[in-house]
């Protein structure tokens, strides 16, 4: 069975050295609530659940898959339920949310921290909870109070979990093509028709309800996005008491069969006059919806993560064990018939790419999550302004970034593993499969990439890169002095300049061309993830280097030594995405789409 | 169920106007057997068999599997069996032998044009036929007349197929510590006892018989690999008129659960005193199988080819008629609720990629076949050793290049298709998980890359390399001055110079520290298959701007406009593995292997 390890020292780097969580979380006004110790013990319990719990039945979950039942019914494969009933028990589906709402008041980066746990351990179970987040944030900032002392507790409980039903058979991005139908019934009540596709644990047997956030068109809507409103529709309509009552009118039609994530229900939902409850002004659903897409975004980022680290853990031991070939430079291991796979330059350049995306993707995670702790608790003013525009520029790029690199780390794994990497018995193809999703849901790479250049940088004339490029660009001045940090330095100031260089150059063409921005976008994107990760390489290589003459010196030496690898064998990947976004639109759309297939259509 | 069309047009430029295969054909003496027009006939007739044939079995394939029965038996998927008995029918499986052996006489190179589409429409069923022609190359260079006259007519007539027996449990890249062991008996035969693994096509239902070539050691055998020796060994022993006789004691124990190519058995394959003959000298099986991996690995990297090819037409079918949002610049079609999607400047940027890479793949090979062809049978003296090394140097290019590029083109295709893509319907990701092998078997990217660089450049102090640089350079010589050349020629010569320059590089480091070969290797690998493309792209252009002004000018100008999207956001992935070459061994060496897994080891 694949292993895995809560990378607790690595988490309490980032948290404690890098980031300075205790004083963010003092800010906060959770200093106390969120103690160091609080803190190490959350994420000690949360690394044993997920090692106990839920990685013995990530296999077996993917193995089995899940099963509808004739009246619409869904099994999750077995131990689901009774692990979602311990997590339940556990009291961490509100570890984050509002005291108000019956939650912990724990701040919402200590539950992204623990996340990365859930997905590298089981993704497709963390999904059932995963989704309920979403709703909860929904409802949290767009339901009436009504709805949140319906829903809202349950969800935080845990004992309903919730989902987001947006996309149809016609249309995923572009919801503005919607044709699912709300007809008003009175106050707040409306009759919901159609079919949403691709509802991640749309129905399923570990909680009581399911509570489904739906977007739906009025009859008297705007075409197009501006006439979407948001619903919510419970599975069952609660009772006078709040719970459970009568059977609503929205049911499983069918499980998709998908590449992976096979312990996750992946549901056409079938509304047939359901009842459901206007959340937020009508025809406003699209803006509502975006909150919950902007954690879920941030969520997926996270199951990146997460499967790049179970992938290099299960990796790094196979290649201490694997024996095979002598190194060129001399045996390592002459007691064995040949030397293990890890002191064979290719497979470190693997293993340390993985390693390198690992505790970069973490860096890059926490580092958004202080911000998304300031938006929604401490700060106020310019402050809570400056970390709202990083945290929207930083989403796109947490979502797509870290997926894209996840998917590429996951897939060394397998070729780490050589021919055994294919088998389904080592678990590692079973990581690339689940992997392939989070390209894809909550918006494409393509589609982040529009959201980071078009939405983000460029309607705001490059406003909200500026905060991030000005941040680094002191970063580099204060620290070109320092005696670990010199090699970094200059390269990363470089780079940052050149971030807004090529900003600049787009902003240029596209005003001439809107055609640019979609042709650029994701290499834009990709190269601002590389940048990113190589100021907070940058940033760990000053904390680290603090702690080269202490008691953890090997600790501080490998960190160090990841950074380097960063910088010299990963960064230069830039190069090829500076020359690709410079080279513009016209060789992408110099064919006319009938002439594409000329080499094979008769 | 998924699309796929012959490129035959792509193949007729590419045969036809950019190698002049009939001008080849004539010097190889193959000029009446093999003309444009028979030739046309048999890649017709091909494409029709793997459209209508192979590719309905494909799915169906992937999603029943094989079965193993109790007494070892293997089932092929349904029609499976049937596909072959027409396969065979036809003719096919002896189109390129030797008419000595029963074979047809045609060029190597026709045979591996008509593969691509067989591996573009089902993979795993034309692994049991594709397994079968390095065994026959083997025997064809290494059997004794009496196991030609016995096995290789078989092989050639497709009645009995073929398998490879390298890998054991402990063992795949280093065969060396291999245990299964030939006991002498009389003559050239011997006693095989031991256990293999991952043997695709091990067991099966759609052949008579089936022939093992195994490596096996003598008990007088020398340590590791100079100890090896390659032994036949028939699933039945003929009988006196060469008829499948006795059942020989060699078994299927189990099947693989795999990732991807289900259709195909792979087999744990069990030898128990195994009746087996030794092929070639004692001891020099490795040698002996080198010469039916050479065959295979360009087996490989047309598969990745095939894969490619079928993964555009698909995507491209997808994106014309898939409506999602509208283009930047302006409605395409006013009169649909949205636009086609492949208007969308990053979808097309995908499609290039895979269009670029099916386009360039498909020359890269058939150049490469044109070489086969010319050691094979034409050439002789100084000629035969040129065509010989630059096929060696090639080989691992087309393997794992074209494996590489197969995997990131499907994805891609999974990724044109948003979450469709990622449910099996679609079957765009059984693509990829059938792509993801083509990375791994007959030697990962990572043996191809030390093959590369370390066998066939360092070892030969570049002259291998040269033939081919040579070429180039004397290419963008000659058509300095071509007006529509111009804007190839130089990047082209550059990259050329920088192919010397980096290999010169790594040459010299490598002399302080061998460790530096296997650093540099895999980038080296890439950076060279993209100087290919990049060579066999400036001579398509040319090719094709003869045809500009004629009648299928769209097709010539599609060839430029791909060639020029290629150039200029593909080619820009030089920059990055220039530069992580350069960067050398020390930033791959540094951590210690106890001290890569500090951040969660406890």
């Known amino acids: 069975m694949p292993r895995y390890q809560a990378p607790l020292r690595d988490l309490r780097f980032v948290m404690d050295e890098l980031l300075d969580y205790p004083a963010h979380y003092a800010v906060l006004g959770k200093g106390e609530d969120a103690s160091p ?65 019956g939650g912990q008041g724990l701040p919402a980066s200590l539950a992204m921290a623990l996340s990365e746990m859930i997905c590298a351990s089981n993704l497709a179970w963390g999904m059932y909870p995963g989704l309920s987040h979403g709703a909860a944030d929904a409802l949290r900032h767009h339901g009436s109070d009504a709805q949140q002392a319906t829903y809202l507790t349950k969800l935080v409980e845990g004992t309903w979990t919730g989902t987001m039903c947006l ?21 707040d009540a409306y009759r919901i028709t159609g079919t949403k ?17 739906v977007l739906a068109k009025l009859p008297d809507a705007p075409e197009g996005s501006k ?33 992976g994530i096979h312990g996750n229900a992946t549901c056409v939902m079938n509304f047939d006059d359901a009842i459901g409850y206007l959340v937020g002004p009508p025809h406003k659903g699209l803006a509502c919806m975006f909150t919950m897409m902007n954690a879920a975004r941030l969520g997926v980022g996270i199951q990146g993560l997460g499967l790049v680290e179970a992938s290099f853990q299960n990796s790094l031991a196979y290649a201490r064990d694997r024996l095979q070939m002598r190194a060129l430079s001399g045996k390592k291991a002459p007691e064995k018939p040949a030397d293990p796979i890890i002191h064979h330059p290719d497979v470190r350049r693997m293993l340390l790419t993985q390693k390198a995306f690992a505790e970069g993707g973490r860096m890059l995670v926490l580092y958004a999550a202080q911000l998304l702790d300031r938006v929604e608790h401490g700060a106020e003013g310019e402050e809570r302004e400056r970390a709202d525009a990083l945290l929207g520029l930083l989403t796109p790029i947490v979502k797509a970034f870290l997926t894209e690199v996840g998917f590429e780390s996951t897939n060394e794994g397998v070729q780490i593993f050589g021919g055994h990497g294919y088998i389904k018995e080592w678990g590692m193809e079973q990581l690339v499969r689940d992997a392939r999703i989070t390209r894809l849901y909550e918006g494409t790479t393509g589609i982040q990439a529009l959201d980071l250049l078009g939405r983000k940088v460029l309607m705001s004339q490059g406003e909200s890169l500026k905060v991030f490029t000005k941040e680094i660009h002191k970063f580099c001045k204060t620290e070109a002095d320092h005696p670990v940090l010199g090699e970094f330095i200059e390269p990363l100031a470089k780079l940052n300049a050149e971030w807004g260089e090529l900003t600049m150059g787009i902003g240029m063409k596209a005003i001439q061309d809107r055609e640019e921005v979609g042709a650029a976008s994701v290499d834009y994107l990709m190269y601002s993830g590389y940048v990113a990760l190589a100021y907070l390489f940058a940033r760990a290589v000053k904390s680290a280097s603090a702690g080269l003459e202490g008691d953890d010196q090997a600790f501080y030496k490998a960190k160090i030594d990841t950074a380097r690898f960063y910088y010299q064998r990963i960064l230069p990947r830039t190069r090829a995405h500076a020359r690709m976004i410079q080279a513009g639109a016209a060789p992408l759309m110099a064919i006319s789409s009938d002439d594409f297939g000329l080499g094979f259509e008769i």
């Open 37 to 101: 110790d609080v803190v190490s013990a959350i994420l000690e319990e949360g690394g044993r659940f997920a090692r106990e719990v839920l990685l013995p039945l990530n296999q077996s979950g993917d193995e089995q898959g899940c099963r509808r039942l004739d009246n619409g019914d869904v099994k999750a494969p077995d131990g689901f339920r009774e692990a979602y009933r311990q997590y339940v028990k556990g009291g961490w589906p509100g570890l984050a949310a509002d005291p108000e709402h």
């Open 167 to 187: 996309t149809e058979p016609h249309c995923g991005t572009d919801l503005g093509l919607i044709k699912t139908r709300a007809v008003p019934v009175e106050g």
């Open 197 to 213: 596709i691709f509802i991640s644990a749309g129905e399923h047997d570990l909680a009581e309800n399911i509570v489904h956030l």
């Open 227 to 259: 006439g979407i409103s948001l619903f919510v529709v419970p599975k069952f309509l609660p009772d006078g008491a709040g719970n459970p009552g009568e059977r609503n009118g929205v049911v499983c039609g069918s499980l998709e069969h998908k590449m």
